[in-house]
């Protein structure tokens, strides 16, 4: 019987417990039962909702993240343009999975490859910009892992620029995959093509692809702005999104669902947690005076000061932002041009998230003249 008892004890201990972690999540923040995921702020980078973060997981095809913000940070250095012709190559053309089912020996705009990459997760059109930008895929690869550690995505490797599982051993985390979503969110060029949802291409030959997008949620959640899907069978059904509502943005991050419909469902509820849950605050203007300060040697005793942009940072609901803590110097030294930075504020949260602006001087101060000192005695 005492053993018995001991048993039962144990059992309700157990199911205490699990029961108490489970209203801890519902408290938490939206749960999901994917293998990982992870919820930031988009602009900050604050964490929202974290799941199993920095476990290693194959990605899928969500490794096209990364071949994306390489083709975009090209452009932005002008090494290619959108009108620039590619002549596709054999191993471009053959690669299996998602395509767009390019023509080996045909040429397409960089233009269209990147509509391919970007709707329909297209694996010949990934290959064949990798192919152009690097000079190989290989080397490409080589440059997806350097950009990786350039990051702070330390727990990723990659092996080839589509996810396809059979190019070698390759994986990432929930939290690398989202930082690299949060850079990709950061090219406008970008949603040119994330908002398309089906389209019809033209090949060279007139021949017609039909390009559908494979993030639903750009067609079914209110405010999805763009992201990236991917399955295999070792990577399960997976995620990574982004979405902006009344000026919160974030981004979502799933890795491992147990299907399709489970991992768009479980994406639009963290979402929904972050938008019932979030707001962003204004803190500060641009050019909003927030202060005076003494100035030496001047021909006036003092200046305004502000920040030099707005601020503004995201808050649960129920939070207060602190009042700045300011760091400037007892006085400023003439000259001082409008504009000149002067110190710095940081506002934070009691979460412990912190922001720090420039603070600058909203006018200028010339130097005293020895006439000017003459004034101040007589008037």
Not at 26 to 52: I, N, P, Q
Not at 353 to 368: G, R
Request: contains cysteine; proline residues 2%.
């Amino acid at each position: 019987m005492k053993k018995i008892f001991c048993l039962m004890l144990l059992l309700t201990a157990a199911i205490t417990a699990m029961f108490s972690v489970n209203v801890a999540c519902a408290e938490e923040g939206y749960s999901v039962s994917a293998f990982s995921a992870y919820m930031t702020d988009a602009e900050s980078g604050r964490v929202l909702y974290a799941k199993a973060e920095d476990e290693k997981h194959e990605i899928a095809s969500m490794v096209k993240i990364m071949t994306a913000n390489l083709v975009f940070e090209a452009l932005d250095r002008g090494e290619i343009s959108l009108n620039q012709e590619v002549t596709v190559s054999q191993t471009a053309a053959g690669m299996g999975g998602s395509q767009m089912f390019l023509d080996a020996g045909a040429t397409y705009k960089v233009d269209d490859l990147i509509k391919g990459v970007i709707v329909a997760s297209a694996n010949d059109a990934s290959v064949a910009l990798a192919e152009l930008i690097s000079g190989s895929h290989e080397a490409f690869v080589n440059r997806m892992n350097e950009r990786a550690r350039e990051m702070g995505m330390n727990n990723t490797r990659f092996s080839c620029a589509t996810g396809l599982p059979d190019s070698g051993e390759q994986y990432s985390t929930a939290r690398d995959v989202n930082t690299m979503t949060r850079a990709l969110m950061k090219h406008d060029k970008y949603y040119d093509y994330a908002g398309i949802w089906m389209e019809d291409f033209t090949h060279p030959s007139g021949r017609t692809t039909q390009l559908v997008n494979t993030n639903k949620l750009i067609r079914n959640y209110a405010g999805c702005v763009g992201g990236k899907t991917g399955f295999t069978n070792e990577a399960g059904f997976c995620l990574s999104a982004c979405a902006d509502r009344k000026g919160v943005r974030v981004v979502a991050t799933l890795i491992g669902g147990k299907d399709s419909n489970t991992r768009f469902a479980e994406v639009s509820g963290m979402f929904n947690y972050a938008f019932a849950n979030y707001s962003r605050a204004k803190v500060a203007g641009a050019g909003e005076q927030l202060g005076a300060i003494p100035v030496r040697g001047g021909r006036v005793d003092e200046i305004p000061y502000g920040a030099d942009s707005d601020v503004s940072m995201l808050i649960k609901t129920g939070e207060e932002i602190s009042a700045p803590e300011i760091t400037l110097p007892d006085k400023v030294k003439a000259p001082v041009n409008r504009g000149d930075v002067i110190g710095t504020a940081e506002y934070s949260t009691p979460s412990g998230e912190k922001i720090t602006v420039n603070l600058i001087a909203l006018e200028s101060a010339e130097q005293a003249t020895f006439w000017d000192y003459i004034k101040k005695v007589f008037i």
